[in-house]
């Protein structure tokens, strides 16, 4: 949207090459969920170490040496994301740490499919709705004056708290797994625990990062530009991002916790509040109206958050865990 045609061919082709990839990242994460369940971190940390050994060589190789420029970073993207695949696939085929849990394929698989799509359908929702509003304010940045330098910065922005969210988001599905665990045995005890640990440890990553932040504002745009246009207004944009790694830390934290207790429906209703009916119109009252053009659509992001981690505090600190112990049992044993 208003973007020049050159660019808009490029993140074409771009994204065209990315779409093996995506049939990867499903069964990755059907893997990573099996074996997170178990507390088995290892074969993900190894096969992420293997991937980035991999992925380095090979994206130099298509980009420079093959030269397919943009294309060839994403198709190594992809096959990475096979490569991944196949390191889990053979760790939890061979390993003796899964040979309790391995089975064959059989058709007793799909007994269950019907609770598994009520959970899986709203958890999909939850974190779609989320992205697909940064997403959205991105193709809106094309609607802005000079769109090649506010999508510029934008895609900057994401890209910068995507980086910093794996730290949190690490912790948020430590949350799911050890809350479900918790509710799935029955201590009631357990759950409140591990909230108020996991909440402790993203608070104070959350001030390092977003101090570390605002020490770096200077430098965040030479990473990922030669402009200096581009460099200067990441610089501007920077204390704002330093307060999102706050909020999107809390949020990650706050999703584990309704993913573990099999909230999903209630974090996709309070995702489209949140971001649909707060964050967006705010972006553009700000963005448009108040002609703070990026900045205006991140204070939007923002505010999204804020709501967000708000409402899901509040539904952490009214739930009954005893309750949520008996539905954890029903769920298990019918």
């Known amino acids: 949207m208003g973007q020049e045609p050159q660019i808009a061919n490029e993140a074409g082709k771009y994204a065209l090459w990315l779409i093996p990839g995506l049939f990867a990242l499903g069964v990755t994460q059907c893997f990573s969920k099996f074996l997170q369940c178990q507390s088995l971190i290892f074969p993900m940390v190894l096969s992420s170490l293997i991937t980035v050994a991999v992925f380095l060589p090979l994206c130099w190789f298509m980009v420079y040496k093959v030269g397919m420029g943009n294309a060839g970073a994403a198709l190594s993207v992809s096959i990475c994301d096979w490569v991944e695949v196949t390191v889990l696939g053979l760790y939890i085929k061979f390993s ?22 009520r959970l899986a359908v709203p958890s999909a929702l939850m974190i779609c ?14 609607m802005l ?13 994401v890209s910068t708290m995507i980086l910093l969210a794996n730290l949190p988001y690490g912790i948020g599905i430590a949350t799911s797994v050890r809350i479900s665990n918790e509710l799935g045995a029955g201590n009631t005890q357990g759950p409140r625990l591990v909230v108020c640990v996991a909440l402790s440890i993203v608070v104070c990553s959350a001030f390092l990062v977003s101090t570390t932040l605002l020490l770096l504002r200077h430098f965040i745009g030479i990473a990922f530009s030669n402009e200096e246009e581009v460099r200067r207004y990441v610089t501007r944009m920077v204390p704002l991002l330093s307060v999102s790694a706050i909020t999107d830390s809390l949020m990650a934290v706050l999703q584990g916790v309704s993913r573990g207790c099999g909230w999903q429906h209630l974090g996709a209703y309070v995702n489209l509040g949140a971001f649909y009916l707060v964050g967006i119109p705010v972006a553009l009252y700000f963005g448009f109206a108040m002609q703070l053009r ?4 991140w204070i939007g992001i923002l505010a999204g958050g804020a709501t967000q981690v708000t409402l899901l505090s509040v539904i952490t600190a009214t739930t009954n865990w005893n309750k949520m112990a008996d539905k954890a049992k029903e769920r298990v044993f019918g």
Do not use: D, Q
């Open 294 to 297: 990026a900045k205006g659509f």
């Open 96 to 117: 003796p740490s899964c040979e309790k849990t391995r089975a064959p394929p059989s058709w007793e698989a799909f007994r269950g499919i019907g609770s598994f799509m």
């Open 129 to 142: 709705l989320e992205w697909w509003s940064y997403e959205l304010l991105v193709l809106l940045s094309g």
């Open 145 to 157: 004056s000079n769109p090649a330098l506010e999508t510029s910065v934008l895609s900057i922005c």
